[in-house]
């Protein structure tokens, strides 16, 4: 009997290939998915421990090892099981590229979510109030990180079974260019886009100036940015255009370097000139919230006697500011009065020429008078 058993099994032949054969290859598959399944479930386990206490690296090849497919492995261990056949040459040969398909497509899938881990992750970093370009970004970004990679393994399998892919290669990327090349402006205006996203030259409630445009930023979007101007009128701007000219961030204004000057006339008593200095040192220290830098005579100008001063207002809010330089201008005023210095005031001189006694008689009056500014 178990002569007669042995034999059917040894002797029968399924396909070519005898019933024990069958068996031993059905049940290395069995064990291999077994082991595989045990072995990823242990190492998912042992990561999800390192996760609780080292931070974000553990965290995040938990869930990309979560994301192992039960019917690649499945796949795979059936290969395994089909290795241990006597298999035709050219039966080993497409069992062989299988091998590559199975493992690229796993590969891609842990790929794909260990691109939206890190995008999901990155981009709730850049994410604050009313920015809301940033989710739509992020959205954007992933889907053509994602393109990206399936086409590369797309492409990879179909090279490894045979398929010549160099002229479908060339196709896309002449395909590329073209479509790259129609849109390039929309392009631009989506990666500046993400520039703004990203290096955060300035974000919504910003006060900006860029050039001859000035306001607060009220929407950044995947096109165009919104600025509400001190005129109250919205600005609409490229986002490519913003990027590429010279922005001037108010918002983030720390403290404020004032430059003022002013001019006393020469006819100012020499004493008063020079008490005019410390007469501007003593009007700025008056003043809460500012440090005092310097307060110099220039120069000497045509019109008049040249000061430059220099003080630093602690707090970047404008009103503050403006408060501040009018009780500065005030108290000049009153000390200058009080010390006898004068301000000086523009003068336009007016020389009269008489005619000369040749001139023609018949010529106009006012052609004969020569009126300049001095």
Request: proline fraction near 2%; charge should be positive; hydrophobic fraction near 50%.
């Amino acid at each position: 009997m178990n002569d007669r058993l042995i034999a059917l099994f040894t002797e029968t032949n399924l396909f070519g290939i005898s019933i024990l054969n069958w068996l031993l290859a059905m049940v290395v598959a069995i064990a291999t998915f077994l082991v595989a399944r045990a072995a990823i479930s242990f190492l998912l386990h042992r990561i999800r421990r390192w996760a609780e206490h080292d931070g974000v690296l553990s965290h995040v090849l938990a869930k990309v090892l979560a994301g192992t497919s039960n019917s690649l492995l499945l796949l795979a261990s059936l290969l395994v099981g089909l290795s241990m056949l006597d298999l035709p040459e050219r039966w080993l040969t497409r069992v062989s590229s299988l091998w590559f398909v199975v493992a690229a497509l796993q590969i891609g899938l842990w790929a794909n979510r260990a691109i939206g881990l890190g995008l999901d992750r990155y981009f709730a970093g850049q994410r604050t109030d009313g920015l809301t370009q940033a989710s739509a970004l992020a959205t954007l970004s992933a889907w053509g990180a994602r393109v990206l990679l399936w086409s590369v393994v797309v492409l990879a399998m179909l090279s490894n079974l045979g398929v010549n892919i160099t002229a479908f290669v060339a196709s896309l990327g002449v395909g590329g260019i073209a479509v790259a090349l129609a849109v390039q402006n929309i392009l631009g205006d989506l990666f500046a886009s993400l520039s703004i996203a990203v290096d955060k030259p300035f974000e919504v409630g910003d006060f900006i100036v860029i050039g001859p445009l000035a306001g607060t930023v009220e929407h950044v979007g995947l096109k165009t940015t919104r600025i509400r101007s001190l005129g109250g009128e919205q600005i609409v701007m490229a986002n490519a255009s913003m990027i590429s000219s010279t922005i001037q961030n108010y918002k983030r204004l720390q403290e404020r370097r004032i430059v003022f000057e002013f001019g006393l006339s020469y006819d100012s008593p020499t004493e008063a000139v020079k008490k005019a200095p410390g007469i501007v040192e003593e009007a700025i220290k008056a003043q809460s919230q500012v440090r005092f830098d310097r307060a110099h005579l220039r120069g000497f100008g045509k019109e008049a006697l040249e000061f430059e001063c220099v003080y630093i207002v602690q707090d970047p809010g404008y009103n503050l500011y403006m408060d501040i330089q009018q009780a500065i201008n005030f108290h000049l005023l009153d000390r200058f009065s009080k010390v006898g210095a004068k301000f000086a005031v523009p003068v336009r001189a007016i020389k009269v020429t008489a005619l000369p006694q040749e001139a023609n008689l018949s010529v106009p009056a006012r052609e004969g008078l020569g009126i300049r500014g001095a």
